[in-house]
């Protein structure tokens, strides 16, 4: 079951094959030993994938996700808070809760201006063919204004952002990888500079001291957590949605889009208020992240002896040993999700948070909040507000058409998106109306 293959064979098949490799002929293990590059133990369902969220069974490998890994020269050596530990993640985390804190208060008028700014200048383009890329710049200049107080160039975020991934642990070449760590390397003095001159660096430098964290590592923290963890699960989430849209049929649309407006005409448009009341596009986006979570897989060490899934598989798993939670197929286990494998956009609609808290996508019970001592995301409010906001004036206000059908074939490194990027063709901003909706600065959080 499930394959124990060699590294590179192992490899190569989590590349070919995607997250599926894990479970070949349609098999329905609750856990497996297998090889994606590396060998694991993979928990396959609500309940074992338990022992990959539980604190106490669970430990994070420093800067690694299995076969591959992060580049400590383009974080200057400084641990990010997903793969720390203990009382070093616990002050790390601590800073980034403080700083998203801070962060949230001139959010909504920051995302407001983005959004009207991007997507007026996306308009007067005869097509959109880095839509993914260009989501991302809207995300990261929001952040980073938010947070720093001025906003930091896309491109930089993105470039930096794109040389994080790129330890392979495989003896297969890889030029464009070191090409990619090299521009990544290169670009950290002009992003460090943007920061140490910006408005609310001394803000942040005082957090630093209050958590007892020194101020670069400090600042590597919020970076690492705002755009590679922040900013790239929800662009993917974002256009993800933007994918799945084009699945769904007129009417199923309709019926999003005219429930959303209904909702902003109520409330005079986007505001904390109006959010709340977006249920149906809240199932939607649901929805998305259960099918399509931008984060398939979370790598961790077992903290110590285990014995998962005694009745059934049996599996004894040494202190130390790899494990694997795989998100992907825990939100498609059919004991909690009937039907699991269609998208029903409207799932979570009216339910009394039955099958809400057996999402995973933020790397815990959807249903929980995120603390110290667990790596559950501490973004959530944000993400949800972002992906809202930009989402109700795409579905409102604009309409598009994509140059390709999108196909899903499940690769883990396209976090969620189909396979090939997402591309448009055309773009049209109702920019009078849209401008009407994104006045209210109260909105700050769901
Ligand atoms: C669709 C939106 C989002 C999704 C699906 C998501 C998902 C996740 C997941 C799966 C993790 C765990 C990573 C791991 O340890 O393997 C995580 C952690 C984290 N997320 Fe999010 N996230 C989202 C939005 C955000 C946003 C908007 C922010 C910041 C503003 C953020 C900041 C973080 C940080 C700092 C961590 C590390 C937590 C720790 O070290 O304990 N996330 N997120």
Not at 50 to 55: D, G, I, T
Not at 120 to 147: C, Y
Not at 381 to 389: L, Y
Not at 421 to 443: C, K
Request: glycine share 8%.
């Amino acid at each position: 079951m499930g394959g124990v293959w060699s590294n590179t064979y192992g490899f190569i098949k989590g590349v070919t094959d995607g997250v599926h490799m894990m479970k070949p002929e349609g098999e329905h293990p609750s856990v497996v030993r297998t090889n994606p590059g590396l060998p694991v133990v993979a928990l396959m369902n609500q309940d074992t994938i338990q022992y990959a969220l539980n604190p106490e069974t669970y430990k994070k490998e420093p800067y690694s996700f299995g076969p591959v890994g992060v580049s400590k020269d383009v974080l200057r050596g400084h641990c990010p808070s997903m793969f720390s530990n203990d009382e070093d993640h616990r002050r790390k985390k601590a800073l980034l809760v403080d700083a998203y804190k801070q962060g949230e208060k001139s959010l909504s008028s920051i995302l407001f201006n983005q959004i009207k700014a991007h997507f007026g200048e996306w308009s007067r383009l005869k097509d959109v063919p880095d839509f993914e890329e260009r989501v991302f710049h809207i995300m990261s200049e929001t952040l980073t204004e938010a947070l720093f107080g001025r906003k930091i160039d896309g491109q930089l975020c993105f470039t930096w952002l794109n040389g994080l991934i790129t330890e392979a642990k495989t003896w297969i070449p890889m030029p464009s990888l070191a090409w990619k760590r090299r521009q990544a390397i290169k670009a950290i003095p002009e992003l460090l500079k943007a920061i140490e001159t910006a408005p609310k660096y001394r803000e942040l430098v005082q957090l630093c001291h209050t958590h007892g964290v020194e101020v670069e590592e400090g600042i590597f923290t919020i970076l690492y957590g705002t755009l590679f963890n922040g900013c790239a699960a929800q662009t993917a989430a974002i256009v993800s949605s933007v994918a799945r849209l084009h699945t769904l049929s007129d009417a199923e649309k309709n019926e999003i889009i005219q429930t959303t407006l209904q909702v902003l005409e109520k409330h005079g448009g986007v505001s904390e208020e109006s959010l709340g009341d977006m249920k149906t596009l809240e199932s939607f986006i649901l929805e998305v992240l259960r099918l399509h979570p931008p984060v398939f897989n979370y790598w961790v060490l077992a903290r110590k002896d285990l014995v998962i899934s005694p009745e059934k598989e049996n599996i004894k798993v040494c202190k130390g040993e790899r494990m694997l939670g795989c998100c992907f197929f825990a939100q498609r286990d059919g004991s909690v999700f009937p039907d699991p494998d269609r998208f029903r956009w409207n799932r979570f609609l009216d339910e009394q948070g039955g099958q809400k808290k057996h999402l995973f996508f933020p790397r815990g019970s959807f249903m929980e909040a995120a603390d110290l001592n667990s790596h559950q995301c501490p973004g959530q409010d944000i993400g949800f507000f972002m992906m809202k906001t930009t989402l109700s004036v795409l579905l409102c206000y604009c309409s598009w058409e994509l140059k390709d059908a999108p196909v899903w074939s499940d690769k883990p490194i396209r976090v969620g998106n189909p396979d090939d990027p997402v591309r448009l063709v055309r773009f049209n901003f109702r920019s009078e109306q849209a401008g009407r909706a994104l006045v209210n600065t109260s909105a700050k959080k769901i």
